[in-house]
């Protein structure tokens, strides 16, 4: 290895040692969480990285991921939605009766599905606009009125089956991609990286701002593609990589693009950050609020419809049970914080990653979901707990 490259690799980590040091953690505090949970259950029961029960795993992400998302959109403008779960369930309820009871083109019913969800976030943004009212008042009024009219739009039924052989179903059960689409896919991921990354370091160096080498870049690209290709090859040593899991896989993407890419996300961490500077920026602070709490409940409709064709039904208690916990603890686990400001779409991936892997591992074990519950929480608190701190190392440094 060169002097040069010697002395790049060096200014690299210690430019990750200042940030760590700095209160800037990322995703890192999550990814040494990830790898402790699966070391102590695979430990514990051999099984659990098997390819077969990850396959498994990666397909119980989707949908309360999906949700998730929507909660870090709300989280980053500094607003919580406490009634995703109950959109969920009522978009389920939705989806069922129109195409089960109505006999409804199933594109269409998962369209009515989803514009209920979409209507439910453009009340929530009219309501906190217009009146001021907390989003936690308002999102809990919603998770008990859109309980009753999802039990109201199910009927004295209770629970509409979905017809196995549908398109939605074979999408949330039996639809995989075969071997070498999965691989073309992780290659041609990897080759949309690089290039996203050279683009974006050849803006940087013609506006006189440093920009990343082509070294950090190959050496970043080529990481990712390993990984890829490995994690790729292991789930096709089973069933391979599900179509529901590449569609939530999608969503991120998309959400982190937005976000990343365009003035409207810009205009979400500024409003996050602080709401004040934002309106003095002119940003219209109350159309982002609309459009955040419209995206937040349009994809708690979209989970809710992936949960519906997981299952194949549509019953009283989609969309409840843990499910409204599950998604806000995701999220924030994830590493969106409850301030408000931080956050990435990928939050939500690592989130419900961290906790279908709790759910799954502690079933294998056979314990109790009361279990399952427990450490749920810890692993919440802790998440707070970090985020907090490194706030503070922040503010103390004067990163904040």
Not at 191 to 207: E, G, I, K, N, P
Request: aromatic share 8%.
């Amino acid at each position: 290895m060169s002097e040069g490259m010697v002395d790049r690799v060096r200014d690299a980590a210690d430019g990750l040692f200042a940030r760590v040091r700095g209160g800037d953690l990322g995703s890192l505090p999550v990814i040494v969480g990830l790898i402790v949970i699966w070391t102590v259950f695979q430990v514990l029961n051999p099984v659990f990285l098997s390819s077969t029960n990850l396959v498994l795993l990666t397909m119980q992400c989707a949908a309360i991921g999906t949700i998730a998302l929507g909660v870090v959109m709300i989280l980053l403008v500094g607003e919580i939605d406490l009634s995703v779960g109950s959109v969920s369930g009522l978009a389920a309820a939705v989806l069922a009766v129109a195409f089960v009871q109505l006999q409804w083109n199933l594109v269409l019913a998962i369209v009515a599905g989803v514009l209920a969800g979409a209507g439910v976030g453009a009340v929530y943004g009219w309501l906190y606009t217009r009146f001021g009212l907390p989003s936690f008042v308002i999102t809990l009024a919603g998770l008990l009125g859109f309980l009753g009219l999802q039990l109201w739009v199910l009927g004295d039924t209770g629970s509409i089956n979905l017809p196995l052989d549908s398109w939605l179903v074979e999408f949330a059960q039996r639809m995989f991609l075969p071997a070498w689409a999965s691989y073309a896919l992780a290659v041609g991921a990897v080759v949309v990286y690089a290039f996203a990354l050279v683009r974006r370091s050849r803006r940087r160096t013609a506006a006189a701002l440093v920009g990343q080498s082509y070294l950090e870049i190959g050496l970043r690209s080529t990481g990712l593609l390993v990984f890829l290709l490995a994690a790729t090859w292991y789930l096709n040593l089973s069933r391979g990589v599900g179509v529901m899991f590449l569609f939530f896989l999608v969503l991120v993407v998309l959400a982190h693009l937005a976000l990343t890419r365009t003035r409207w996300g810009r205009s979400v961490y500024a409003v996050g950050g602080s709401v004040e500077a934002a309106r003095r920026a002119g940003i219209r602070v109350d159309r982002i609020y609309v459009s955040v709490f419209m995206l937040c409940s349009t994809l708690a409709a979209v989970g809710g419809v992936l949960a519906a064709a997981r299952l194949g039904a549509a019953n009283q208690s989609s969309g409840g049970g843990d499910t409204n916990l599950n998604a806000i603890a995701a999220a924030v686990i994830g590493g969106a914080s409850l301030f408000g400001g931080r956050g990435t779409a990928f939050s939500a991936l690592l989130g419900i990653v961290v906790i279908q892997s709790v759910s799954s591992g502690l079933t294998l074990l056979n314990l109790d979901s009361s279990i399952r519950f427990m450490v749920t929480g810890v692993v919440l608190v802790l998440a707070v707990i970090v985020d907090s701190i490194s706030r503070r190392t922040r503010a103390a440094t004067g990163r904040a």
